[in-house]
């Protein structure tokens, strides 16, 4: 069975970087779409990055267009979401998500993956 695990989160400041990992495991990543999304308290689930079925074409949430970077290790089955240049508004707890099917380009609605792992708290203070 596949299972999603974040780790990474934490405590930070306006300005700072941090890097969140997500780790694959039950199968190899390749035939997964996957992406990382967050939630604020009291909000909406929100897109953040996103990658295809192939493991290229990356895409962004227009939020952290330019300040975040996200990558695949196809070796250690893990992604990774790079942040750069935090703001509080990027405080929420981040999810790792995964689907079966082989989608050219991510998809920004949370409905369409069906795998998730338990997420993991960023608080950034101004």
Do not use: H
Not at 30 to 37: E, I, K, N, T, V
Not at 38 to 66: C, H, L, M, P
Not at 97 to 106: I, K, P, S, V, Y
Request: hydrophobic share 35%; charged share 20%; proline share 2%.
């Amino acid at each position: 069975q596949v299972r999603l695990e974040e780790s990474g989160g934490g405590l930070l400041q306006t300005g700072d970087s941090l890097r969140l990992s997500c780790v694959v495991s039950g199968r190899t990543v390749s035939p997964f779409a996957m992406a990382w999304f967050r939630q604020g308290s009291g909000k909406d689930r929100e897109f953040v990055a996103g990658i295809n079925w192939r493991g290229t074409g990356w895409i962004y949430g227009n939020s952290v267009q330019g300040r975040f970077t996200a990558s695949k290790d196809f070796a250690k089955n893990t992604i990774y979401l790079q942040m750069s240049n935090l703001m509080p508004d990027d405080t929420g707890v981040y999810y790792c998500a995964a689907t079966d099917a082989r989608l050219e380009t991510a998809a920004e609605t949370p409905d369409t993956y069906y795998y998730w792992g338990q997420g993991t708290q960023v608080t950034v203070f101004s």
